[in-house]
């Protein structure tokens, strides 16, 4: 379970995160769901430990972030903004490398290595380097070694960013699967269709402050609407900000 509590980052005058709470529960998937700009990237960057917040509190399965950094990090399965994987390597040597820095011990590694290329539907790219993967390949691969030291949290900025639409349903379909292994989901998105899809919380960002939280029923009941994107539009004020 993630817990957030009045987070603040500011970049000079301009304030990206302004006093966001919330709780993302075990066997469940939260959505962080706001148009471009709203803060969603910058609130999950103090939450795997990459950005200290100016003010406030991350607790991740009753851990202070700030206090148990590392118990912390061992806890979090992450992709971030920036795939960032090392393009020299295979698949499968990428995953193995992220096992070893974990600390996985190897008997434990090869076999769950094998699962999650066998899950992600990565058998004929595992052993080819990541130089010239598609997008849907890095971020495959990015998945497979954000979770192969078995996190129970496991945070996901865009998994579906640039995907095209078999590598999409194959992504939900993992996404669910995490799920019902009972592990803390918490993805961000600008996409209407993903939220509504997976999500059994959303939590609305815009301009740094949560709007809106609650399952998709609660938003819609909550702004009178039956469409959740009219209700998306109507709690952070303006359709400008979809494209911004």
Same mark, same amino acid.
């Given at each position: 379970m993630i817990e957030v509590n009045d987070?603040? &980052?500011?970049? /000079? @005058?301009?304030?990206?995160?302004?006093?966001?709470?919330?709780?993302?529960? !075990?066997? #469940?998937?939260t959505g962080l769901l706001g148009p471009n700009g709203a803060g969603k990237t910058t609130t999950l960057r103090m939450l795997y430990t990459l950005m200290r917040p !100016?003010?406030?509190?991350?607790?991740?399965?009753?851990?202070?972030?700030?206090? @148990?950094?590392?118990?912390?990090? &061992? +806890?979090?399965?992450?992709?971030?903004d920036a795939r960032?994987?090392? &393009?020299?390597?295979?698949?499968? @040597?990428?995953i193995r490398y992220f096992a070893d820095l974990q600390g996985v011990p190897e008997a434990e590694a090869r076999p769950r290595e094998q699962r999650l290329i066998d899950a992600l539907g990565m058998a004929d790219i595992a052993e080819r380097r990541t130089e010239g993967f598609s997008q /849907? #390949?890095?971020?495959?691969?990015?998945?497979?070694?954000?979770?192969?030291?078995?996190?129970?949290?496991?945070?996901?900025?865009?998994?579906t960013n640039g995907l095209d639409?078999?590598?999409?349903?194959?992504?939900?379909?993992?996404l669910q699967q995490l799920k019902a292994e009972g592990r803390c989901v918490l993805f961000s998105s600008h996409i209407m269709q993903e939220v509504a899809l997976l999500c059994d919380r959303i939590v609305v960002i815009a301009k740094g402050h949560v709007v809106a939280q609650g399952t998709p029923d609660q938003l819609r009941a909550q702004t009178g609407e +039956?469409?959740? @994107? !009219?209700?998306?539009?109507?709690?952070?004020?303006?359709d400008e900000g979809l494209f911004g």
């Open positions: 987070l603040h &980052k500011a970049f /000079g @005058e301009v304030r990206a995160v302004d006093g966001v709470s919330f709780t993302a529960h !075990d066997g #469940q998937i !100016d003010k406030g509190r991350v607790l991740v399965d009753g851990r202070d972030a700030a206090v @148990e950094t590392v118990a912390v990090r &061992k +806890s979090l399965g992450v992709l971030p960032g994987l090392y &393009k020299r390597l295979t698949a499968r @040597e990428n /849907g #390949q890095r971020v495959k691969t990015a998945i497979a070694r954000a979770l192969i030291h078995d996190p129970r949290n496991v945070l996901l900025d865009e998994p639409v078999m590598s999409t349903r194959a992504m939900r379909g993992f +039956s469409n959740l @994107e !009219d209700a998306f539009v109507k709690v952070i004020g303006t």
